[in-house]
């Protein structure tokens, strides 16, 4: 009774093994570790280095481990990047799925849970965005994750599984117990950004337009802190194995911040006061993302006990405090 997570030695997906390590489950993680770390795979977990595409490994592992469920977290997750290599999206992102589904099915796996996006819905003009609005992904990134989720609709009417696809909005902040954290080689996300520049890894920082039609001209988001959700998927498992229903549920805690009052949270929290330029407007960013998030907390259960911007803050700073001194250990 082991779970399969794939891209476990990346962000999010770190902190899910921990969170069924915590609860006291078996895991096995499955990383090419092409973004993830070796380091970050949870202390507890069995680690396979490979391809969650490679059809014979998946199932060597479901099989010599005995997994019965599958978390799926590994892919590529940068909107810019996917416009430019939008083939290199639909085939880690899309073929990559497929692959890992095939082997599920052969193997008979029962239960899956899928790292969607709120990046399917594009640019809604209506806030708070439910699950029922039309997907209408604007990036290439958007449509590979809209397509598996597709995909495992089908295959799930076909095959003998229930899935639960969380669809994420803005995932921030770090394990409290500083145990993991975010430490992609390549960071866009504005919570990481700001908390790197408050450390002084980065020099300075810019806020991507400021001329959006919101209270304050900057784009509105809906910063969910990481072990809030790695908790969800813990419970769309336990849902999924009570034999509950297939079904897509948006992640976020239905409220938005603008990019300056982060700014101003991560500049407050941490006691500096670091440049901030302005810059223009970051293509393909909508105005507002804020999740209408009552079906996971109907549904799973699902109570989050970190909503709280500067408390994620606080996390993501302690994050790279400790990535700095692990940094100097290394040199
Ligand atoms: N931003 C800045 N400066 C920065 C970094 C970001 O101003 O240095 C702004 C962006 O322009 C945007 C906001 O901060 O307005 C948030 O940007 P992020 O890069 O942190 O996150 P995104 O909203 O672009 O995307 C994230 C995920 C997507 C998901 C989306 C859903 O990466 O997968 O949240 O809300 F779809």
Not at 36 to 59: I, K, N, Q, S, Y
Not at 193 to 203: D, F, L, M, N, W
Request: glycine letters at 10%; charged letters at 20%; aromatic letters at 8%.
């Amino acid at each position: 009774m082991t779970v399969l997570v794939t891209g476990g030695a990346g962000y999010i997906g770190s902190h899910a093994a921990l969170a069924l390590l915590d609860g006291g489950r078996d895991v096995v993680v499955l990383d090419n570790l092409t973004q993830g770390h070796r380091w970050a795979v949870p202390a507890g977990a069995a680690f396979v280095e490979g391809d969650c595409g490679d059809e014979d490994l998946v199932r060597r592992i479901i099989d010599e481990h005995d997994v019965t469920a599958i978390m799926h977290f590994a892919g590529s997750i940068i909107v810019p990047d996917s416009v430019i290599y939008p083939l290199e999206y639909y085939r880690n992102n899309t073929v990559n799925s497929r692959a890992l589904l095939q082997a599920a099915v052969d193997s008979g796996i029962r239960h899956f849970i899928f790292s969607s996006t709120a990046g399917v819905y594009g640019e809604p003009n209506a806030t708070p965005i439910n699950e029922d609005f039309a997907l209408k992904p604007i990036s290439p990134y958007g449509t590979s994750k809209m397509m598996t989720e597709k995909m495992l609709a089908d295959a799930a009417i076909a095959h003998d599984f229930n899935y639960v696809a969380l669809r994420y909005f803005n995932v921030a902040g770090a394990d409290p117990k500083g145990r993991a954290g975010q430490t992609s080689r390549k960071a866009t996300h504005l919570i990481k950004i700001a908390s790197q520049t408050a450390t002084g890894v980065r020099p300075q920082m810019a806020i991507y337009g400021e001329d959006y039609q919101t209270p304050d001209g900057t784009c509105i988001r809906d910063y969910i802190h990481v072990s809030d959700l790695a908790n969800a998927h813990v419970l769309a498992l336990e849902y999924l194995e009570r034999g509950g229903e297939s079904d897509v549920m948006n992640c976020g805690y239905g409220r938005g911040f603008s990019v300056r009052e982060v700014i101003g949270a991560v500049k407050k929290v941490s006691g500096v006061d670091f440049s901030v330029d302005l810059a223009e407007r970051r293509p393909g960013d909508p105005q507002s993302l804020v999740a209408g998030a009552d079906r996971i907390r109907e549904k799973l259960g699902w109570v989050p006990v970190h909503d709280d911007l500067e408390v994620i803050v606080r996390h993501a700073l302690d994050w790279e405090q400790s990535l700095k001194t692990r940094e100097v250990n290394a040199a």
